[in-house]
């Protein structure tokens, strides 16, 4: 048994987790818990130390989600190696903030995928929008090809009609665009009554509000790994422990969520089953039956993030979980921004209504209510069939450009596989374990190439080679110039994977 | 000595000072501690229960902020009231929660005061839009004055520039915007880069960002009082222990807030300078300088709300508070929603760098980024000089309407005193104390006359009888004939006061 030794203060405000935790970051500072070491398990600790068992967790837990220990289900908790660089460490950036639990570790990991992912102008990179040549950034869209004249007069008549609307509040958003969403939804099997719509500022703070509703500092979020890191940033803002739960063929793996759910309280669990970001994989029939079974067993609220939903309006691949929840413990969110310009700040969030009576409150605290011409502009577009015109347009070039991609990496770099997106406007590429997924990133970087590395979507270190490719931005021809440039680069940095030496 | 017998339960995640204040609580239920009882000074109960004299006062605090206790600087603590009833109790409705401190009492407040303020359907007071007749509830702007044409075309202009903008994701905001604004704020003296600009979803968002940023559960932020709730509530969502500090002719006292800095550790101080919300009073010189050195020796930031400053572009009354500010200490905070309309959700925020990226990190995890198309068309609203004059015009007309105001209150209510307004749309009325202002209020509302009661702006029960009425919204003509019916009802409403028995 390790030496511990540990007494709480009963002197000190802090709970004893937090004395524990803090104590535990002195061992490991001072080198008496060394890196890759395992922890005895939690009910073994508690008794060596006089402790409940509860607080002993929330303690890991703590310094788990801080990055200084890691668990896996069934495997145990260890020591983390003291600095985990960041991927682009290696360039001369700062890594990544080892402090504490109650630090602000997270701000600096948001800052530095903020800067990989997407400013334009990106120091770390070296990426200014000048010298980028070819952007395969997730999130991008073909500015070029936005309706304009149909946006003008959808915010022509939205302004006309300022003199009637022009001192709406409505914290819970415009109610004719809370009626068409309702009908939107309908229409895709989701039965809800407009009171039961909450317009957002986009989907993130569908995120941002349900965090701060249902999460207390310590609660365990399950999110998809690899997955949205966006969604996982607004949980970590509430105090939430992010617990990676893995990604398969079938999306989501419900079974070792079943797991986590044995040996922890979970407290929401955040997923995108139609099309899962990043890998684009779609949640199976049967994930779906057992993921709402174990929700309702467990009493476990789920984010359901339909991000492109509005993409798949003339085609829907799966209906949403939320057409079989029948316990009302899905939350639906859904955006207008991926289908129009991200900056166009409209997402929607549907729940029952007792929860709804929370969020608006914490709506009405932190932003008031959601711009009124940008909703009554999108109501607009919906009444006169224009937004559904422009995304049967953009169905049909997607098609064509992630045809383009597939073609291009099938010839150039056979070694990748594309996974086969259910949706959206992005191609999960696994790169061979061989290459040198680092040295890549530097490689496209100077050349003006820009996509998202894998690494970017998981939350407890690096996983195998992979990159995320959008096709949403770049033209047919610019996608096979760009991706066969990207893939010389990527044979360049094909190496030997080292031999495990046995024994 | 009371008998508080109390031993913190070791078993108990929960802190000492939680127990405690659950201990105070049942206490309280039980009957045992009564309305209006004193408790002994915090240092006096530290020593009998054997507790840090910091841990006592936190578990008071909790209990202050939570509506069961009452704490006058100087004068002690003490019971308050069991059910303290929100002045539309009367009415039928649900009072205050008055459940313990962890609890979600703020929504209900939220909610409560929502529909006393602001939504035109409101059910509390009976005045659906259609019965409705004479609005003079803050926050309403004259709809019908909107310079519609330079609107539509300043969005068609934005909306023009997507194809070069669409893609924009700037947590920051727009940079011209910031370019903008930091040039229109030097030209009233603040002297700031547009790297030191944050563009906010509203002045609502700026509190809320630094709320979360600043502020842990428990944290005292000193208050305006009265003062906007607005801000309130994002405080209170973050776990602030409101603690509300008078007004006087002079503005926020500053000289209390000093005495209740060297009791209790301030985190925040919210503050309305140029035109205290709601009363309309501008802080003084020497206020200003002693609130400016209180900030830099106790190290206290300090939010600037100036939310009409647009208003008083052409003649600004008194310097912004942060023009004297030379150690950081202020976070200013404007909006363009007050000279526009509230549905336009853009303000700004100021602050040190260091600061600003904690901001930005918490911007970025709760909605990304502003609305990108509204910050366009603001940044052409501001060149082309069309929001300027639409302000010049603006003024003119409150200008006018302050005048109805007053010759019509001085003619048919002389017994009422109408604060002067160092600037924006509202007038504070204070009603002589013998008008029973709770029976006024349910006469106007059956009269379909709107206004915000004065308690609404009050954190801790009721006081003297006001009204805060806007002038913005309503022509004179109607501005005289509702107020003439208003003061009749007044008349009727007021009372002989109880005479206090002496001994």
């Known amino acids: ?132 040549r070819f952007d395969f950034r997730p999130g991008r869209i073909d500015a070029t090809a936005l309706p304009i004249s149909d946006l003008q007069g959808a915010w022509q008549r939205a302004l006309g009609r300022l003199p009637e609307h022009g001192n709406e509040v409505e914290p819970f958003g415009h109610p004719p665009l809370r009626v068409a969403v309702a009908r939107a939804l309908g229409a895709r099997g989701i039965a809800c009554s407009p009171e039961q719509v909450l317009v957002t500022g986009g989907a993130q703070q569908a995120f941002d509000l349900i965090a701060r509703a249902l999460i207390e500092p310590g609660d365990a979020v399950a999110v998809e790994q690899p997955g949205w890191f966006g969604a996982a940033l607004a949980f ?52 779906r039956e057992a993921l709402l079974a174990l929700a309702d067993r467990e009493q476990i609220p789920i984010i359901e993030d339909d991000f492109d939903a509005e993409l798949r309006l003339a085609a829907p691949a799966r209906p949403a979980l939320k057409t079989l929840d029948h316990g009302d413990h899905v939350l639906y969110v859904g955006t207008f921004s991926k289908v129009l310009f991200p900056g166009l700040r409209i997402g929607y969030l549907v729940a029952a209504r007792s929860l709804l009576a929370r969020l608006v409150a914490l709506r009405f605290a932190s932003s008031m209510q959601p711009p009124l011409v940008e909703q009554m502009a999108v109501v607009e577009l919906l009444a006169s069939g224009r937004l559904e015109r422009h995304v049967r347009r953009m169905r049909r070039r997607l098609a064509e450009r992630l045809q383009a991609l597939r073609e291009t990496l099938a010839a150039e770099f056979p070694e990748a596989a594309v996974r086969e997106p259910a949706g959206g406007s ?25 996509y998202a590395p894998g690494d970017s979507f998981r939350f407890d270190g690096e996983g195998p080679p992979a990159l995320l490719l959008s096709f949403a931005a770049l033209a047919p021809d610019a996608i096979r110039e760009g991706l066969a440039e990207l893939a010389a680069l990527a044979r360049g940095r094909l190496r030997r994977a080292p031999r495990r030496r046995s024994g």
């Open 426 to 450: 992005c191609a999960w590429v696994e790169l061979p374990p061989d290459c040198d997924a680092t040295g890549l990133a530097a490689d496209a970087a100077a050349h003006g190439i820009a």
């Open 236 to 287: 970590r803002a509430a105090g939430a422990d992010l617990i990676g739960v893995g990604v398969d063929d079938d999306g989501l793996h419900v079974e070792d969520l079943m797991r986590l759910a044995r040996v922890r309280r979970v407290k929401l669990v955040y997923a995108t089953p139609a099309v899962q970001m990043p890998t684009g994989v779609a949640l199976s029939e049967a994930r």
């Open 1 to 132: 048994m390790l030496d511990l030794f540990f007494r709480p203060d009963p002197q000190r405000d802090a709970p004893v987790y937090q004395q524990l935790a803090e104590h535990l970051i002195e061992l490991i500072d001072a080198g008496r818990l060394r890196p890759g070491e395992r922890l005895p398990a939690s009910r073994e600790l508690a008794a060596a130390l006089g402790l409940s068992r509860n607080t002993v967790s929330r303690a890991l837990d703590t310094l788990v989600s801080a990055g200084l220990l890691g668990a896996h289900v069934g495997r145990g908790t260890f020591v983390q190696p003291r600095v985990r660089k960041l991927r682009d460490a290696a360039e001369g950036r700062p890594a990544l903030d080892p402090s504490p639990a109650r630090s602000f570790a997270w701000p600096t990991l948001i800052s530095a995928r903020i800067r990989a992912l997407r400013l334009p102008a990106d120091p770390v990179r070296g990426l200014a929008a000048d010298t980028l």
